[in-house]
């Protein structure tokens, strides 16, 4: 059974729309995360969130705004879509922000495209 | 400021054969971790094995091990008897003390491994 589910798994866009990007994690984990893998950049850390608080905002724009309504759920809304946000979004998890259980399990992603 | 270099691009190994990926990184902190995951064709993350920099002993994970070189600030993954089930990009990723488990990734190298 899938530990994290990230859903929808494609999802196409037109410039200047807003979607949600699901995500929920079932390995009773406390911190979860965003990131984006693009084809013109590395994965690139977004955001970090430990028992529901925002931790860590690395994105520059407010277009992107997570949302926690369980503790096991990390959403992401994307606002005023544009084609540059053309990515895989990976959502991760991991025990905690720290120590020896640091890993961070990463879901499936999901391929958004902004037309 | 964070910084993580993959050189290799693509690698390529016989089945059996032992595979090195490098990675070098930039950090002014003491205390970080580096975190080697694959990613699959399907885009699915893989975690495979980690190296605090406290350790001087170089860690270990069934096929996976790292050769750690914290004065150089590079580090190298070593898959043994390698498998073409093995093949995939391979990252490795920087999460330094007090940045709330940021990742940082490398470009990655694509390894193929030939039956």
């Known amino acids: 059974d899938p530990k994290i589910i990230q859903k929808p798994k494609y999802l196409v866009a037109v410039t200047g729309s807003e979607k949600i990007l699901i995500c929920e994690q079932y390995l009773g984990h406390n911190a979860m995360y965003w990131y984006r893998q693009s084809a013109k950049k590395p994965l690139e850390f977004m955001f970090s969130?430990?028992?529901?608080?925002?931790?860590d905002n690395q994105t520059a724009s407010s277009r992107f705004q997570p949302q926690s309504s369980k503790k096991n759920h990390l959403d992401l809304q994307i606002t005023a879509l544009k084609p540059d946000d053309s990515a895989t979004y990976f959502c991760?998890?991991?025990?905690?922000?720290?120590?020896?259980?640091?890993?961070?399990?990463f879901g499936p992603g999901t391929r958004l495209t902004v037309l | 400021a964070q910084r993580v270099t993959q050189v290799q691009p693509t690698g390529s190994s016989q089945w059996g054969e032992e595979v090195t990926l490098d990675c070098s990184y930039e950090t002014s902190e003491y205390f970080y971790r580096i975190f080697w995951y694959r990613q699959l064709f399907s885009g699915e993350m893989v975690f495979l094995i980690y190296q605090p920099s406290f350790d001087t002993q170089n860690q270990r994970s069934g096929r996976y091990s790292v050769v750690f070189q914290k004065s150089f600030k590079s580090i190298s993954l070593v898959i043994s008897a390698s498998q073409p089930e093995d093949s995939g990009t391979y990252f490795c990723a920087l999460s330094e003390l007090g940045s709330f488990n940021k990742l940082t990734f490398g470009a990655g190298t694509r390894l193929a491994v030939c039956p």
């Open positions: 991760a998890s991991s025990h905690g922000l720290g120590g020896l259980y640091a890993e961070q399990f």
């Open positions: 969130y430990s028992y529901q608080k925002l931790m």
